[in-house]
């Protein structure tokens, strides 16, 4: 079972550069979610999608894009690389919101911002 | 703002101990309480989901409990093993929002 997949597992890039990371899930999942994580402050949102089209923000959304053109896809962008988004990121699903449905997460980009 | 806390941050144990991680949570107004871990360099696994209307939950060596009144979650693991040395993180789901809050999480490392 593939679950959530995501693609570059590690990422080295200079300032100002751009990329986009992707998330696939295969779960038929509604909501995704971007996350960072970063040592000593946890796993935070950045984004996140309720269903194909739809976008919205977390808690740390900018200098960071996303889209959702596709159920099974899940896009972050960084237009303008920074230092500071050097961090590791994790992509997540979950079928429903609410109290019975977990998140389900795919094992993360590395990414190094020089 | 709600606020999760693990302690402690770093545990270490002989195989065979039974142990608890502890996680509090500041909000009661939760969905859902997930338990993960995560090995070095790699990604979440879900372990336990509790959700706001159940007391505890059980996957084989582990359990998980839940006392939302007073904002405290443990994570029970019986008879640990060299294995179970990861990271354990523990997440709330807000009712008002739709993001996961997380703890900082839990290292344990289990000797042989």
């Known amino acids: 079972n593939a679950g959530v997949t995501q693609t570059p597992k590690f990422r080295v890039l200079k300032t100002g550069q751009s990329m986009t990371l992707l998330c696939a899930q295969d779960?038929?999942?509604?909501?995704m979610y971007w996350y960072r994580q970063d040592p000593g402050m946890g796993l935070r949102l950045i984004h996140y999608s309720v269903g194909e089209g739809t976008t919205a923000k977390g808690e740390v959304p900018d200098g960071y894009n996303v889209s959702r053109l596709k159920k099974q896809n899940f896009l972050l962008g960084l237009e303008s690389a920074a230092p500071s988004q050097t961090s590791v990121y994790f992509c997540?699903?979950?079928?429903?919101?609410?109290?019975?449905?977990?998140?389900?997460f795919g094992d993360g980009t590395r990414l190094s911002i020089l | 703002k709600q606020e999760v806390t693990q302690i402690p941050a770093a545990l270490s144990v002989p195989e065979g101990e039974n142990l608890v991680l502890n996680c509090s949570f500041t909000d009661s107004a939760i969905y859902n309480l997930q338990w993960f871990r995560q090995d070095p360099g790699k990604g979440l696994t879900s372990l336990l989901l509790i959700q706001s209307s159940q007391r505890e939950q059980t996957s084989g060596r582990l359990n998980a409990s839940l006392d939302k009144s007073s904002g405290r979650s443990t994570l029970y693991i019986a008879a640990s093993q060299p294995g179970d040395s990861a990271t354990y993180l523990c997440?709330?789901?807000?009712?008002?929002?739709?993001?996961?809050?997380f703890g900082k999480g839990t290292t344990l490392s289990v000797s042989s």
């Open positions: 997540a699903s979950s079928y429903r919101q609410g109290q019975f449905w977990p998140q389900h």
């Open positions: 779960m038929n999942h509604e909501y």
């Open positions: 997440a709330v789901k807000r009712q008002a929002g739709t993001a996961l809050i």
